[in-house]
T-cell receptor, first 114, second 109 residues
Framework: EAQVTQNPRYLITVTGKKLTVTCSQNMNHEYMSWYRQDPGLGLRQIYY???????DKGDVPEGYKVSRKEKRNFPLILESPSPNQTSLYFC?????????????FGEGSWLTVV | GQSLEQPSEVTAVEGAIVQINCTYQ??????LSWYQQHDGGAPTFLSYNALDGLEETGRFSSFLSRSDSYGYLLLQELQMKDSASYFCAVRANAGKSTFGDGTTLTVKP
């Protein structure tokens, strides 16, 4: 089954304590991306990756880091989380071979920073 | 930068047809996508238009006019399960996507 898997799904953490949200896809997709969604708003892109070792900033990259060492994994790193990073996070992936540009999303990770 | 505008709320009755419009301003344009999101769930991809015209997928259709920076999502034969938020998103380059704030569709019996 085609899947984008995120972990953890729910996390409460404290300000300044580094955390990593993992994302893995089993579809051999080249493209992966991270988004955050706040109440009443659409998804805002944090970072994206066009392929292994190729990453670029989205619209709201401040306070986040990513890496793409393997094709299937694209972890999101919060080096020093702050309360304004409390949000719902989605990982997504897609294939360049798909002319329909179908993007698959993970189930989301609810992050609370206190 | 990119910005998108779509109505915040739309209400319709079961069996009806509803159109959700999206206008955009973007410095680059690869295509316009539509997503559905139920409360607490992940967005689900609905359609993608890279060229002008209408794309039809079952009860859902999506239209794009690049010259007008405008698109819409058309939902036919509405069902209660179509109650959800709908987002348009502009793909500004090969990797970058910007989403609108979403339209909440309420389908009434």
């Amino acid at each position: 089954e085609a899947q984008v898997t995120q972990n953890p799904r729910y996390l409460i953490t404290v300000t300044g304590k580094k955390l990593t949200v993992t994302c893995s896809q089993n579809m051999n997709h080249e493209y992966m991306s991270w988004y955050r969604q706040d109440p009443g708003l659409g998804l805002r892109q944090i970072y994206y990756s066009m392929n292994v070792e190729v990453t670029d900033k989205g619209d709201v990259p401040e306070g986040y880091k990513v890496s793409r060492k393997e094709k299937r994994n694209f972890p999101l790193i919060l080096e020093s989380p702050s309360p304004n990073q409390t949000s719902l996070y989605f990982c997504a992936s897609s294939s360049w071979a798909d002319s329909g540009n179908t993007i698959y999303f993970g189930e989301g990770s609810w992050l609370t920073v206190v | 930068g990119q910005s998108l505008e779509q109505p915040s709320e739309v209400t319709a009755v079961e069996g009806a047809i509803v159109q959700i419009n999206c206008t955009y301003q973007t410095s680059g344009f690869y295509g316009l996508s539509w997503y559905q999101q139920h409360d607490g769930g992940a967005p689900t991809f609905l359609s993608y238009n890279a060229l002008d015209g209408l794309e039809e997928t079952g009860r859902f259709s999506s239209f794009l006019s690049r010259s007008d920076s405008y698109g819409y999502l058309l939902l036919q034969e509405l069902q209660m399960k179509d109650s959800a938020s709908y987002f348009c998103a502009v793909r500004a380059n090969a990797g970058k996507s910007t989403f609108g704030d979403g339209t909440t569709l309420t389908v009434k019996p």
